[in-house]
């Protein structure tokens, strides 16, 4: 079968391979559509981040060359022997989680803390950005009718989001500033007002990425170049400040905002992975007993729960997919086109092995 595999930074191949061999407690799927993430592009660009290359993943045993893509939906074409939940054609998307059943994290079920995790597509030996993948039977969700492969490819993407809701505790009719309005930005803005946040203030730069967050349903968006952020966010709360913010930049300047629009006693969640260390005067903390969470991927529930989003309407993502191209381009048209001058006019690219697919 055709898969991508990662080799290096700036060195991703499409490549032959054996296809995966189903074993007792797995489906086999086969891929219909895998997006393709920020922390891909981040291996692709700079990497080795999470992938293992010198060193086999004590969990799973690989190593690089590993296959991408953990954003993905398929269709079960195989049962493992043990494996009774599903049937032959069911519509399925994978919660891409190697975990080791068995740590104080994973036995309270905070299984996305484990002290083993992996992810597959980035730390296993398989991954979405190929024609056939094999997972766990915990870990394959159906998707249930009227939710599409397209919008199935955006259900980890989307859980990301709606897990950092839950880390903030939002009330409904409380305000929240989201600060960066990629992907994950964007998902957030849109589960925030499905979940009865009243006003959604995101922050961002690039004019195409603020078009996309008044789809997303953002009530208003503030550009820092144009105005002053914090005050502004004031002025719409009674000089108080936001409830909660959330940092999806992974810059200083963005991590200073999250801070700066907050109330006293307010909450910044931290989705974001960085590159580097933040440079941080704490007193702007201290003062106001602001709180700082972090936030990553999804606890247990979460992606059923998108799923069910999806599939009753309360969650659209219509603007999340901007491109779909086949795997032969994924290079080409797939990471050129996100890490290149036109990047912010792309969210998602979403990928299929099936040329039939494609329009
Ligand atoms: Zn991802
Ligand atoms: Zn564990």
């Given at each position: 079968m055709k898969a991508a595999l990662w080799y290096g930074p700036k060195d991703v191949r499409i490549e032959e391979v054996a296809e995966p061999v189903v074993k007792e407690n797995e489906v086999k799927v086969k891929v219909k559509w895998c997006g393709i993430c920020g922390t891909d592009l981040h291996e692709y660009l700079t990497g080795p981040i999470f992938i293992p290359v010198d060193v086999k993943h004590p969990a799973t045993g690989a190593k690089a060359p590993v296959i991408l893509g953990h954003e993905f939906s398929g269709e079960v074409v195989e049962l493992g022997k043990n494996v009774t939940e599903f049937k032959i054609?069911?519509?399925?998307?994978?919660?891409?989680?190697?975990?080791?059943?068995?740590?104080?994290?994973?036995?309270?079920?905070?299984?996305?803390?484990?002290?083993?995790?992996?992810?597959?597509?980035?730390?296993?030996?398989?991954?979405?950005?190929?024609?056939?993948?094999?997972?766990?039977?915990?870990?394959?969700?159906?998707?249930?009718?009227?939710?599409?492969?397209?919008?199935?490819?955006?259900?980890?993407?989307?859980?990301?989001?709606?897990?950092?809701?839950?880390?903030?505790?939002?009330?409904?009719?409380?305000?929240?500033?989201?600060?960066?309005?990629?992907?994950?930005g964007l998902a957030l803005i849109e589960n925030l007002k499905a979940l009865g946040a009243k006003n959604v203030i995101a922050v961002e730069l690039s004019t195409k990425r603020k078009e996309f967050a008044l789809k997303a349903g953002a009530d208003l968006v503030l550009d820092p170049r144009e105005v002053n952020v914090a005050e502004e966010v004031k002025n719409l709360t009674n000089g108080l400040g936001a409830d909660i913010s959330f940092e999806v930049t992974g810059v200083q300047a963005g991590f200073e905002t999250s801070v700066d629009v907050i109330r006293k006693k307010g909450t910044v969640v931290v989705v974001s992975i960085w590159e580097k260390g933040v440079?941080?005067?704490?007193?702007?903390?201290?003062?106001?007993?602001?709180?700082?969470?972090?936030?990553?991927?999804?606890?247990?529930?979460?992606?059923?729960?998108t799923i069910k989003y999806l599939a009753d309407g309360?969650?659209?993502?219509?603007?999340?997919?901007?491109?779909?191209?086949?795997?032969?381009?994924?290079?080409?048209?797939?990471?050129?086109?996100?890490?290149?001058?036109?990047?912010?006019?792309?969210?998602?690219?979403?990928?299929?092995?099936?040329?039939?697919?494609?329009d």
């Amino acid at each position: 079968m055709k898969a991508a595999l990662w080799y290096g930074p700036k060195d991703v191949r499409i490549e032959e391979v054996a296809e995966p061999v189903v074993k007792e407690n797995e489906v086999k799927v086969k891929v219909k559509w895998c997006g393709i993430c920020g922390t891909d592009l981040h291996e692709y660009l700079t990497g080795p981040i999470f992938i293992p290359v010198d060193v086999k993943h004590p969990a799973t045993g690989a190593k690089a060359p590993v296959i991408l893509g953990h954003e993905f939906s398929g269709e079960v074409v195989e049962l493992g022997k043990n494996v009774t939940e599903f049937k032959i054609g069911d519509p399925v998307v994978i919660e891409p989680l190697v975990t080791c059943g068995e740590c104080k994290a994973c036995r309270e079920g905070n299984y996305h803390l484990c002290d083993g995790l992996a992810f597959h597509g980035l730390m296993d030996l398989g991954g979405g950005l190929a024609e056939y993948t094999t997972f766990r039977k915990e870990f394959v969700k159906k998707l249930p009718e009227g939710v599409s492969y397209e919008k199935g490819a955006l259900v980890e993407p989307l859980s990301v989001a709606l897990h950092a809701i839950e880390v903030s505790e939002l009330k409904v009719n409380q305000t929240a500033v989201v600060v960066g309005a990629g992907p994950i930005g964007l998902a957030l803005i849109e589960n925030l007002k499905a979940l009865g946040a009243k006003n959604v203030i995101a922050v961002e730069l690039s004019t195409k990425r603020k078009e996309f967050a008044l789809k997303a349903g953002a009530d208003l968006v503030l550009d820092p170049r144009e105005v002053n952020v914090a005050e502004e966010v004031k002025n719409l709360t009674n000089g108080l400040g936001a409830d909660i913010s959330f940092e999806v930049t992974g810059v200083q300047a963005g991590f200073e905002t999250s801070v700066d629009v907050i109330r006293k006693k307010g909450t910044v969640v931290v989705v974001s992975i960085w590159e580097k260390g933040v440079n941080f005067n704490l007193n702007n903390l201290v003062m106001g007993e602001k709180k700082i969470i972090g936030s990553v991927v999804y606890g247990e529930g979460i992606f059923v729960t998108t799923i069910k989003y999806l599939a009753d309407g309360r969650i659209k993502a219509d603007q999340l997919i901007t491109k779909k191209i086949h795997l032969d381009d994924l290079v080409k048209e797939g990471f050129t086109a996100l890490t290149g001058s036109d990047r912010d006019s792309q969210v998602k690219i979403i990928v299929t092995p099936d040329k039939s697919l494609i329009d």
